[in-house]
């Protein structure tokens, strides 16, 4: 056997472990009964284990100095590249700090569920305090040399993104989203579309739409879950959830939507490469963009409403459905406190003091004690709103309870990704809301099948990024959007 | 870390990628979109490979020898055997037979489902032949030393049950059987049940069955398969599942009801025991007995079809449902080609014929070009009818395609122990009529989970059943309920 044949052999092999541990995963969250829990954490972490010990075996170090020193074509040095990357980094970090961050993960998650049932961060902050300095631990150890201790973890979810990137990008965003946030801030709000519409209609909705958008149900489905997720269990079969309010008929269906871009990215991989890793999305910040962009960038358009509001008069037929009130109502704009409620301008305002308390945490400048009064003073500065209480404030997500430092970024590249896409894509599709009109959504699609999926992660995200949209500014394409779209429906124009 | 501390964890480790395995199953029946066929073989025949690798390594050989000198109590002495059994068996199989067999299982599956629908058996007997010939050198590897070959396949599906047992058994049971169906032959069938009832409908029936039988929701979950089937994923996570027919609700419910006895053994198994191995059933034979006594003695009773017609009215409201006439249609009888729709009798006789033909096979008596007329002759001997054709004759079952050689004669054990545990039960729970009629079952749960389910496999089935029917002969037990039950409806009487 080469060198290449033996380290598809590998990669298959995590890759099966891998597929095995999302299937558990999806059941998890969307099959297992509650007496189940026990024996499924047995068995993940038992997966999780022997991933581990299969991908940090030195038996895989040596095949990649091995290929390293051997003659390979551009796609095999490009895998090469991602799995040394990958193994590097995990061989870095002591066994011992891996189990103390699960525990750490687990035992953090519990406390703060009851902490902010209970809206008391100081029960909350020990347990906290405890993630922080082993994140900031496991930063300096996994990726040494990086120019910010940040950077190790952003790398983690968008190889090759920095603070050194990301500061001054959302420094503007964050200008010119309060620019336009004061211009539309008096303007009395468009009317919500409240209808209540039965559930079992609205789970023929998403069905119809999901299948109209591209979702291929043959190597996929669609199931309801607490929180919406999208999971790719192997080459030929992605799920995706979603969830239903039946007063809110637009949040179920915009889960839907987005769950549904993240679904047909992962259908849409180069599953010829499995073997190779390069079979995989570029980063999450690329694969935000796949859901922000069918979301929000056709899911909240006038055309979509157009396309939409007779496919729900056959699901509701007593009922009428104005296109244009459904429009107004889903593209309604205002600086609120909860991140997963907010608009598209506001939700990058979140983001954005993620973004600055996770760089303080990482330089070291913020304890768990401080981060309510530091997130009160951000949220008053960027946001222009304060949380009455940690329950709506620093306690709203769940990610620091889980130790995910450095993932929130990934959201508002996603945004900014997809803002410069639509606007090439506007070019190249130039009769594109003429489609979505019609409900035919093949050509956009195709546009992202061809200039994204089918790339997989040969490169990184950024240079993917770019080498699709040029010298593009993305912060203009996003904010761009945000005046035409919602300046609009409020009747105020740069 | 003592060796039986070593040998827990590695059993709990086994345990974790067994129910892991196990997810990927039922959700392979249950969930999977259709192209992911192929990610899903992959993952499965990575994890079973894991577990082959585990649980054949010399580390795990040497530890079952450190304890097989040590002291241990009893419960540990149990333990050790059982895992001594089964890895003397994994490990006297060369990896390449393993491998070949289960080649020949996947293109025997998909000969079987070509040559069936075709209805051709010349077309599936190259690939038979090679299943049975790798089957008689399994048979031969995998357990030196037993009397007679097909030893060593019932071995492996109910541990220490042997020809010399089954034979004179089943030689009894045929005659008995014969006997009873001569007498009820010349009778008029009763009436078939066949209203027209909603799927809905029926599937609310199935879930109200099945809790009021005790099958405990919070562990477990009801579901619908192409293959009624039930499947435990780790402890407090029992699946089960079941099919529908819109003009025969019986046939639908007799199967919730028959996976429901499987699901409540393994929701009942001695789970206070993971790590040892014992927290597992002992045996097929036994498993069915768990759900032939409730799918048959219970399930086709006067008093059950009194209990049911009520919750049937409470869901078709507008319908009439008469425990007379319910019981009568469910207890009808007769000599038929197919064993799956065979009644209570007739059905053992179709499984005597395959041990008949099963024995002859791993005496290297049969080849496979000969089992269309051997296979007919014995239906005209043993079942009294012929089949037009291969379709409905020898390629009916799938078992022989994949391979599984040894199973069949595990249905009529658990038919015959079930008999035993119903009179044992008749006799402790001198009411038990009157609390089927109320839908009390919760005195027969707790007898059968005190007396098998809580046991495990400390035993082998064959002592556990006689510790707990002491001498009562099973043939007469389960011929003297025939009579009694199909005979009060047919007339008829010894």
């Known amino acids: 056997m080469t060198a290449w044949t033996q380290l598809t052999e590998r990669v298959l092999e995590l890759d099966a472990l891998a597929g095995a541990t999302a299937v558990l995963e999806w059941d998890q969250q969307t099959q297992m009964p509650p007496k189940g829990a026990g024996s499924r954490g047995t068995q993940t972490s038992y997966l999780q284990k022997f991933y581990h010990e299969k991908f940090t075996a030195p038996a895989f170090g040596d095949l990649l100095a091995t290929l390293e020193a051997s003659p390979l074509d551009e796609q095999q040095r490009a895998a090469v590249r991602l799995h040394r990357r990958r193994y590097d980094r995990a061989v870095r970090v002591p066994a011992e700090l891996v189990q103390a961050l699960a525990g750490a993960r687990t035992e953090g998650f519990h406390a703060w569920v009851a902490a902010k049932e209970a809206d008391d961060f100081g029960a909350f902050a020990p347990k906290l305090q405890r993630l922080l300095d082993l994140s900031r631990e496991y930063a300096a150890i996994v990726a040494p040399g990086v120019a910010h201790p940040y950077d190790a973890l952003l790398d983690e979810y968008d190889p090759g993104t920095t603070v050194a990137d990301l500061r001054p990008m959302f420094e503007r965003l964050a200008t010119e989203l309060g620019t336009f946030l004061d211009a539309v801030g008096p303007r009395p709000h468009p009317a919500a579309f409240d209808r209540k519409l039965d559930l079992e209609g609205q789970r ?64 849409g991989l180069p599953h010829d490469l499995a073997g190779t890793g390069l079979n995989q999305a570029a980063g999450m910040g690329m694969h935000e963009s796949q859901s922000r962009f069918w979301e929000n960038f056709i899911g909240r358009s006038l055309p979509f409403y157009r396309y939409l509001a007779p496919r729900m008069a056959g699901i509701w037929p007593g009922e009428d459905f104005d296109p244009e009130s459904m429009y107004r109502a889903a593209n309604r704009v ?33 304890q768990a004690a401080d981060l309510p009064e530091a997130w009160n003073d951000a949220y008053r500065r960027v946001v222009g709103v304060v949380a009455p209480s940690p329950k709506t404030g620093v306690m709203q997500d769940v990610h620091w309870s889980s130790g995910y430092f450095g993932y929130f970024p990934s959201y508002t590249i996603g945004n900014l990704y997809a803002a410069s896409f639509a606007q090439c894509m506007l070019r190249d599709v130039p009769d594109l809301w003429s489609h979505v009109e019609r409900g035919e959504f093949a050509p956009m699609l195709a546009w992202l099948r061809e200039k994204v999926h089918h790339q997989g992660i040969r490169h990184d995200a950024r240079d993917l990024f ?29």
């Open 466 to 494: 770019r080498s699709i949209v040029g010298d593009r500014d993305p912060v203009a394409d996003l904010v761009g959007h945000l005046w035409s779209r919602h300046g609009a429906v409020y009747g105020v124009s740069r």
């Open 204 to 267: 023929r909705l998403s069905d119809r739409v999901l299948r109209d958008l591209g979702f291929d149900m043959q190597g996929g489905r669609l199931d309801k879950s607490a929180h919406p997720f999208s999971i790719g269990l192997g080459a030929g079969d992605v799920r995706v959830t979603t969830r239903y309010f039946e007063d809110n008929v637009l949040s179920g269906l915009g889960s839907t939507i987005h769950e549904c871009g993240h679904g047909m990215y992962e259908q």
């Open 334 to 366: 205002e600086r609120s406190l909860i991140r997963v409620e907010a608009d598209e301008a506001t939700y990058n305002l979140h983001i954005i003091v993620r973004f600055q308390l996770e760089v303080a945490i990482l330089e070291g400048k913020l």
